[in-house]
């Protein structure tokens, strides 16, 4: 394992410009704002957040489906930006929450899943052919189904189509949007389990990105969590699940219901809504909904505060060193 | 609650006619339902539990045929109910909140119209009344600055909210019975367990009865006083959510628990159990029990009528041919 991590960014920020009203005035929207993060090689990180967090608009600069606004994207060590995006996306693929909607209903599930190869240009067509049989065979479906349709199978059966499509290219990092939130929880186990073996098999590094943290807890190695465009809080999975320290973490744990009968739902205590991207509250973003408010919230964002094994953005922790939350 | 259930239904039996024969979708199910209590029917997708809803309702879609030996809605029979009578019930006594705040909201209608429409089409209000009791609710449901809200179409709110509206909506003439299909599954966790806190809330200060409908075995165990696993058309396990979690007895109801990965309990990267298989097609004829193809302990015996047994407390029953719904290998000396 080298130590340049297989993907990173670099202040990365994404603005969009959006009118309210036909008469609106164009206003900035910074979905993605200033957000470093690095994956290494095997690793799997959790990126978590509300909607609107801006979870989506980082995968599709992660794809180079948007060009960010401003900062750096690098695949191993090298700047992302200038590279051959055909070359780019044999590396990095996706896989995205909903199969019903991102397999083409009128092709054959073979062509499907040979597109990559076509577009490629690998191999002849017998090739293509052998090359779809043994990954659909890797995803657990039979060869039987390469001649089959989207629109005759299962959700379950659909993703695996999904996740065949994007490993045919033997790809390094997989970006993985709500890939079992569209599936019944029978079919979520199955797909986690293949996720989880084809990690191993061919070490493959994923970002993850769920809004169930149960699911986040299970697979990531790594769980970044994302407020209003920023990552208020990255750490490794165990010191996220059992020392949270930014207290949205905390709420968003809270949240999870486990499966124990008489414990009641939890009271998140996160008051106000989720604010409007477009006129983001002063200093720290999360300062309406934080039940830790300080005078200082309102008026100065925090810094970045390096931890053990990541960083917190939170005024709680500015001048003490960091220790476990209570 | 020893008093009569407000909601009894036995034997409710759906069928749809397709292409291919009878899609025989629920296959006599049966439950009673008291004042304050919370019943979760829980069930992946295809197992009927919506369908179930809309005939409690009696909004199915024309073609859908419906039977049952009794469904009766608080002295109220609701097989024999004329449409007329169904009106003066639905959104007064009985109402319903969907899952797609989205669809189920009408675009082209203020927040305000909506929510008044149920009190002046059920009560002998005025306008300004229906209004002011909008403004009431939407306080009572966590909306800040009701007042100008009633001015707003749905899409000027968020999910959350619009959810929040819709519970206002089947509120708004204190219902004694509430059917929420998947109320939270289009929002985010954090505003699921708000929206879900305000639930139980209302539904205990109000005491009415609430089915609840959710493939969320996290939502059931934390909601649910009772819980019915749904499975094929069927309910193979009822009990309540303490021994539906604890000991849960049928094979469905254990492999569904093994499925979901728990923070604390399952270990990381562990591999999660499976139910392998997928649900057994309904049309035409179905025998015996639907989950035997895919049941680790499944016997011949499968094939024929299920009994229905009673476990450790009265109120937990299992439909398995098992009566623990274990295998239990023959003893041979």
Do not use: W
């Not at chain 1, 465009?229 to 999870?256: D, K, M, Q, W």
């Amino acid at each position: 394992m080298s130590d340049t991590p297989v993907l990173e960014l670099r202040n990365v920020s994404k603005t969009y410009t959006v009118k309210q009203g036909i008469f609106g005035k164009p206003r900035p929207l910074r979905a993605v704002n200033d957000v470093s993060l690095s994956l290494g090689r095997g690793e799997v990180l959790g990126l978590v957040g509300e909607s609107g967090c801006g979870k989506s608009t980082l995968a599709k600069i992660l794809l180079g489906l948007e060009a960010p606004s401003e900062g750096q994207v690098l695949v191993d060590g090298r700047a992302m930006t200038g590279q051959d995006r055909i070359a780019l996306s044999r590396r990095i693929q996706p896989i995205f929450q909903d199969p019903y909607s991102s397999l083409n209903p009128r092709k054959s599930i073979e062509d499907i899943v040979s597109l990559p190869l076509r577009v490629h240009r690998i191999g002849d067509a017998a090739s293509q052919q052998k090359k779809v049989r043994e990954i659909l065979d890797i995803v657990g479906l039979p060869s039987r189904v390469a001649r089959s349709y989207p629109s005759q199978m299962s959700g379950g059966q659909r993703q695996r189509v999904a996740i065949a499509r994007a490993l045919i290219m033997n790809p390094e990092i997989v970006i993985c949007d709500e890939p079992t939130s569209a599936l019944d929880v029978s079919v979520q186990s199955q797909i986690l389990n293949l996720l989880g073996d084809l990690r191993q098999e061919f070490g493959l590094t994923y970002l993850f990105i769920s809004h169930n943290l149960a699911v986040v807890e299970h697979l990531a190695t790594r769980v970044a969590v994302m407020y209003l465009g920023r990552i208020v809080e990255e750490a490794g999975v165990a010191t996220l699940f059992e020392e949270a320290r930014h207290p949205y973490s905390r709420a968003l744990l809270e949240s999870v219901l486990t499966p124990d009968p008489g414990l009641g739902v939890p009271d998140t205590q996160l008051g106000a809504a989720y604010p409007n991207p477009i006129s983001p509250p002063s200093g720290c973003a999360f300062h309406p909904r934080c039940a830790s408010a300080m005078p200082q919230c309102s008026q100065i964002a925090p810094k970045p505060i390096a931890t053990s094994d990541g960083h917190v953005e939170c005024h709680l922790y500015d001048d003490a060193p960091i220790r476990a939350a209570s | 609650m020893s008093n009569d259930p407000i909601l009894s239904v036995r034997d409710l039996t759906l069928d749809i006619p397709t292409a291919g024969g009878t899609l025989h979708a629920v296959r006599g199910i049966d439950f009673d339902l008291h004042r304050g209590e919370t019943l979760c029917i829980v069930g992946e997708s295809g197992s009927g539990k919506s369908l179930t809803s809309l005939a409690l309702m009696g909004l199915l879609a024309p073609k859908i045929q419906r039977s049952a030996a009794r469904i009766d809605f608080d002295g109220t029979d609701l097989l024999k109910a004329s449409r007329r009578q169904l009106r003066h019930l639905r959104g007064a006594r009985m109402s319903m909140i969907f899952q797609e705040p989205m669809t189920s909201l009408n675009p082209a209608y203020t927040i305000g119209d909506q929510l008044a429409e149920t009190l002046l089409l059920h009560r002998k209000v005025s306008r300004a009344q229906a209004r002011a009791r909008a403004v009431e609710l939407l306080e009572k449901v966590g909306i800040t600055a009701a007042e100008s809200r009633l001015s707003q179409f749905p899409h000027q709110l968020s999910g959350g909210l619009r959810q929040r509206v819709m519970i206002a909506m089947a509120l708004m003439c204190e219902p004694e019975l509430i059917i929420a299909d998947e109320p939270t599954t289009a929002l985010d966790v954090t505003i699921q367990a708000q929206i879900l806190r305000l639930l139980v809330d209302l539904q205990r200060e109000m005491n009415m009865a609430m089915i609840l409908i959710t493939h969320d075995l996290g939502v059931v165990a934390r909601v649910a006083d009772k819980v019915a696993v749904m499975y094929a058309g069927e309910l193979v396990e009822t009990g309540s959510a303490k021994a539906i979690f604890r000991q849960p007895a049928h094979p469905y109801t254990r492999g569904l628990i093994n499925c979901i990965p728990v923070p604390g309990r399952t270990e990381r990267g562990a591999r999660l159990g499976t139910i392998p298989g997928i649900v057994p097609s309904l049309v035409g004829e179905v025998n015996g029990c639907p989950f035997r193809g895919r049941c680790d302990q499944a016997v011949d015996a499968c094939a024929n009528a299920i009994p229905l047994h009673q476990l450790d407390d009265d109120t937990h029953e299992l439909r398995c041919v098992h009566p623990d719904g274990h295998r239990h290998e023959e003893v041979t000396a």
